[in-house]
């Protein structure tokens, strides 16, 4: 598609909406008369009538042209420009575990937990430690 507008366009919607917020912010709320009464020399930039009607007007062209790039740039997020990385590398493969080899297997009668890992005691035999022990004088 058109490649060339693209970069443009999101500059376009940046210093738009850049520009809507400060017109927003520039204009007066509810209570702009009390604000009148503590310094509204402001008010005669803009005119008599004050800054209703000449920041509204620019208000509402700010947000259809903030509107228009938002769908425009929309639209061109659905192209594909250079396609993707992901969907174009292959799938890794899975990765095994190595086999054990043979000097790491234990022997058919060996432990295997190593030397010192465990310290469990076994309990006597059953005719072991029955007799009573014999007192040395």
Known sequence: MLVWLYVPLVIVHVIVAVALVLIVLLQAGKGAELGAAFGGASQTV????GPGSFLGKLT?????????????????????????????????????????????????????TPAGAGTTETAPAPNEGTEAPQEQK
């Open 60 to 112: 509402a062209a700010a947000a259809c042209i903030f509107m228009v790039t938002s769908l425009a740039l929309a639209i061109f997020s659905t192209q594909h420009f250079g396609g993707s990385v992901v969907l174009t590398s292959p799938a890794p493969k899975p990765v095994t575990a190595p086999a054990a080899t043979p000097s790491e297997q234990t022997a058919p009668g060996a432990s295997s």
């Open 46 to 49: 803009f005119g008599p009538r």
